[in-house]
């Protein structure tokens, strides 16, 4: 059974970087479609960063140029490399995979960045 594993949430000053990470245990091949969701408090869930078909990547206007999504590494795991983070990042981010018309979700890591 298909697991994702999140880590790397924490609190950070504005300005600050954080890397998350999500793996995707169990998997028996390199999953093709990975990425991140962010829900702000009070708000809908909305995609962050994506990687597609195995090499598309698609950003939130609001990510372009601060962060950055690696590819699908042969451990199934993602990073999203988060720079320059601001008060509007805070929330808890999701770790989401689709594959085999199976849709999976992380279970979640808060980020809160403080001004």
């Known amino acids: 059974q298909v697991q994702l594993v999140e880590s790397g949430g924490g609190l950070v000053e504005a300005g600050g970087s954080l890397r998350l990470s999500c793996t995707a245990s169990g998997a028996r091949f390199i999953l093709p479609n990975m990425g991140w969701y962010r829900q702000a408090p009070g708000k809908q869930r909305e995609l962050v960063a994506r990687?597609?078909?195995?090499?598309?990547?698609e950003y939130a206007d609001s990510a372009k140029g601060r962060f950055t999504l690696s590819g699908v590494n042969v451990k199934n795991t993602i990073t999203l490399q988060m720079n320059s983070l601001k008060a509007e990042d805070t929330g808890v981010y999701y770790c989401?995979?689709?594959?085999?018309?199976?849709?999976?979700w992380g279970q979640g890591t808060e980020v809160t960045v403080s001004s």
């Open positions: 989401k995979a689709v594959f085999a018309g199976v849709e999976l």
């Open positions: 990687i597609t078909n195995g090499n598309r990547r």
